[in-house]
């Protein structure tokens, strides 16, 4: 049987993985047979358990075959140090299964092309994917330390660190993945004034070399690749880059597509030689919107997607994904809108009447 641990985190998680839920269980119904676990993460397995996420909840995530993310943090718990902050049980899930590989897409669905900050023909039929290096630079670089200087100043250091197999891979990743779509990779770094720059293009030339050369590379800066996004974002494929830049690319690629709350994501592992899985986590791009949390109108169409990824990525069940992904534009389609992709003076609907419509349109789809 498929099995999935659901860790909804806090603020607005909740509230998105309930909705989910009903969608996994609405392919439970149909015979998909799902075997749900559920976990703590973030500020409530800090106040419930003492730490962001419990050795018993990583012991549950080994153990499923895909883990479906929620959000994290709040501001009651900026307080805290930096290893018992929310998101370092995020951070942690990620590193403890080396989920190197965060593909997010971003597509604007018809319906929504004028929901976005920008002009519409600037993003009609958009559909890009930014690529996230997951586990490496300066997330997780060594050192990164705060120290006291001794003269009432401190001192902040991070630490910016790539290998050469990590960014290969990554690399190998962006290829693949062109080469189910339309067959470009631009590669994004900052080569004019960082050595990880200079190492990322340099190791992208040679992995595309080694067996990849159908695929187009391109290379930016990734301040210009920033730029070029907002002005003519239609002209990308497949976008990779390191973790901090993929951070802000794909939160300005979400605002491209309406909302930070349309915006799923996949992170994956290395595939298994012995066993052909791959370790997975699923997971909206926004965060606990502590300003919205408790009532009722988040978007759960991120979240949603992101079960949508899982089936396709981690499931094979590329039909229902397929299905799932109708069924969310068809009710934007109709017309339905959370608050966060309503026009100025639209009705909002929440989240459940959101999740009513998705349900009722897959359920039509599937018939
Ligand atoms: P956020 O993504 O939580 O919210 C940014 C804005 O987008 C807010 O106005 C929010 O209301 C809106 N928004 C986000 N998701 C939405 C949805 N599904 N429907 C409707 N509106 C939505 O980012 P933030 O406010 O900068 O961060 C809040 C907390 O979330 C912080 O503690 C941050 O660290 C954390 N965070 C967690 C994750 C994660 O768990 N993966 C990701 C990003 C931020
Ligand atoms: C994201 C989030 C996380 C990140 C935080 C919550 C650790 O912003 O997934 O985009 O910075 O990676
Ligand atoms: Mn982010």
Redesign the pocket.
């Known amino acids: 049987m498929p099995s999935l641990l659901l860790l909804a985190?806090d603020?607005?998680?909740p509230e998105?993985m309930a909705a989910t839920e009903r969608v996994i269980h609405f392919f439970n119904k149909r015979g998909a047979g799902f075997e749900l676990q559920s976990g703590l993460v973030?500020g409530t397995a800090v106040d419930n358990e003492g730490a962001p996420i419990s050795e018993a909840t990583l012991a549950k995530a080994m153990a499923a075959d895909a883990i479906l993310?929620?959000?994290?943090?709040?501001p009651q718990y900026d307080g805290l140090s930096y290893d018992m902050r929310?998101?370092a049980g995020?951070l942690r899930l990620r590193k403890h299964f080396d989920l190197f590989a965060n593909i997010r897409p971003a597509i604007c669905y018809p319906a929504l092309a004028d929901s976005s900050s920008l002009k519409r023909e600037v993003v009609e039929g958009l559909d890009i994917i930014i690529l996230r290096e997951l586990t490496g630079g300066v997330y997780f670089g060594e050192p990164k330390t705060i120290e006291e200087l001794g003269n009432g100043q401190k001192r902040a250091i991070d630490t910016q660190v790539y290998d050469t197999y990590e960014i290969d891979r990554i690399g190998r990743a962006a290829f693949d993945l062109a080469r189910t779509r339309r067959n470009h990779v631009t590669s994004m770094e900052k080569r004019n004034v960082m050595k990880t720059g200079v190492l990322w293009r340099e190791v992208m030339e040679e992995t595309h070399k080694d067996g990849y050369e159908d695929v187009t590379l391109d290379h930016m800066l990734a301040d210009a690749g920033a730029m070029q996004l907002v002005r003519n974002p239609k002209q990308f494929d497949v976008i990779v880059c390191d973790n901090l830049f993929g951070d802000m690319l794909s939160d300005i690629a979400a605002q491209l597509t309406g909302?930070?709350?349309m915006l799923p994501s996949a992170s994956l592992g290395a595939v298994d030689s012995t066993t052909g899985r791959r370790r997975a986590l699923y997971?909206?791009?926004?965060?606990?919107?502590?300003?919205?949390a408790g009532k009722g109108?988040?978007?759960?169409i991120?979240m949603i997607a992101s079960f949508g990824m899982a089936l396709q990525y981690s499931f094979g069940m590329v039909a229902e994904a397929k299905a799932l992904d109708a069924a969310i534009a068809e009710t934007l389609a109709e017309g339905l809108r959370?608050?966060?992709i309503a026009a100025p003076g639209d009705e909002a609907v929440g989240t459940t009447e959101m999740t009513d419509a998705i349900l009722g349109n897959l359920e039509m789809s599937l018939r």
């Open positions: 985190g603020g607005i998680g998105v973030g993310f929620g959000a994290v943090g709040g929310p998101e995020l909302s930070l709350g997971e909206p791009v926004h965060g606990s919107a502590p300003d919205i109108i988040a978007n759960p991120a959370t608050a966060d």
